[in-house]
T-cell receptor
Framework: SAVISQKPSRDICQRGTSLTIQCQVDSQVTMMFWYRQQPGQSLTLIATANQGSEATYESGFVIDKFPISRPNLTFSTLTVSNMSPEDSSIYLC???????????FGPGTRLLVL | DQQVKQNSPSLSVQEGRISILNCDYTNSMFDYFLWYKKYPAEGPTFLISISSIKDKNEDGRFTVFLNKSAKHLSLHIVPSQPGDSAVYFCAASAGSNYQLIWGAGTKLIIKP
């Protein structure tokens, strides 16, 4: 299994500002995923981050709004840029198991934008 | 220490029968529990939830049972269908913090 931590666990931000969320894994992993869970909705995949290459974004998500860094095999950051109240959500990172049969999720970062 | 445990990595069930997925937790502060289903290459989909004030919640073919004294919850799917083949995650949170603690998932395989 993999143990994943995220920082911050929660934050309240003003519109127009940016917040960077950190994700740390206790083992080296190739692929890391960033999800968003808006109130009352299921998890939505934002992007897939592979170490050493640009992140791959899902439809509806763009790099200018959600820049991602993946400097090594145990760490990634997601920035929510120029925030608006619509960005209020829970953001989660996850990694695939070594056999690709399941995913492990971080505890999430709860973001409220005023 | 894992606070949410799904001890069965996989489960195989005959189509039409009942599938029972189990989840145990250790933190007595957890008061909200969720089940998610995940297909390969897709994000998890919310299935059903239960708060600690209830011991059962039902939604169509899906029923979640919560046994607070045993710190155990289970998801029942009946009847099981081929489209139910997926990985199922149990998650828990404590209070308004809503920080989710996830289980490792159980891969459910429905046999025709």
């Amino acid at each position: 299994s993999a143990v994943i931590s995220q920082k911050p666990s929660r934050d309240i931000c003003q519109r127009g500002t940016s917040l960077t969320i950190q994700c740390q894994v206790d083992s080296q992993v190739t692929m890391m995923f960033w999800y968003r869970q808006q109130p009352g909705q299921s998890l939505t995949l934002i992007a897939t981050a592979n170490q050493g290459s640009e992140a791959t974004y899902e439809s509806g998500f763009v790099i200018d709004k959600f820049p991602i860094s993946r400097p090594n095999l145990t760490f990634s950051t997601l920035t929510v840029s120029n925030m608006s109240p619509e960005d209020s959500s829970i953001y989660l990172c996850s990694v695939e198991s070594s056999l690709g049969e399941t995913q492990y999720f971080g505890p999430g970062t709860r973001l409220l934008v005023l | 220490d894992q606070q949410v445990k799904q001890n069965s990595p996989s489960l195989s069930v005959q189509e039409g029968r009942i599938s029972i997925l189990n989840c145990d937790y250790t933190n007595s502060m957890f008061d909200y529990f969720l089940w998610y289903k995940k297909y390969p290459a897709e994000g998890p989909t919310f299935l059903i939830s239960i708060s600690s004030i209830k011991d059962k919640n039902e939604d169509g073919r899906f029923t979640v049972f919560l046994n607070k004294s045993a710190k155990h919850l289970s998801l029942h799917i009946v009847p099981s269908q081929p489209g139910d083949s997926a990985v199922y995650f149990c998650a828990a949170s404590a209070g308004s913090n809503y920080q989710l603690i996830w289980g490792a998932g159980t891969k459910l395989i429905i046999k025709p």
